[in-house]
């Protein structure tokens, strides 16, 4: 049975980096391509990155020169995300192609400075 799973996905600040992974239970180059997307809430999902069977990348306009797709020789295919933007924050599920699509559960990316906490200096 073939799933994907990701993994890496959590809070960061603006100008901050994460490295989301995506294992596969089969050989990744048995798929065609694989591709990381996300969704943000009210908007369509959308292709981030891809990779296809070759090594040939393509890239979202937006994340041109942030992201890399990669991929070991086994199993795994990562998303390395720098210079995280307010505007990254999304699900992003990881998707392989291998005669049919599949689809991995997806992980949450939140990119905020963060509530904030009050500090008060008295005398």
């Known amino acids: 049975q073939v799933q994907l799973v990701e993994s890496g996905g959590g809070m960061v600040q603006p100008g901050g980096s994460l490295r989301l992974s995506c294992a596969a239970t089969v050989n990744i180059f048995s798929f065609s391509a694989m591709a990381w997307y996300r969704q943000a809430p009210g908007k369509q999902r959308e292709l981030v990155a891809s990779i296809a069977g070759g090594g040939v990348t393509n890239y979202a306009e937006s994340v041109k020169g942030r992201f890399t797709i990669s991929r070991d020789t086994k199993n795994t295919v990562y998303l390395q995300m720098n210079s995280l933007k307010p505007e990254d924050t999304a699900v992003y599920s990881c998707?392989?192609?291998?005669?049919?699509?599949?689809w991995g559960q997806g992980t949450q990316v939140t990119v905020s400075w963060g509530q904030g906490t009050q500090v008060t200096v008295s005398s």
């Open positions: 998707y392989g192609h291998r005669g049919v699509g599949y």
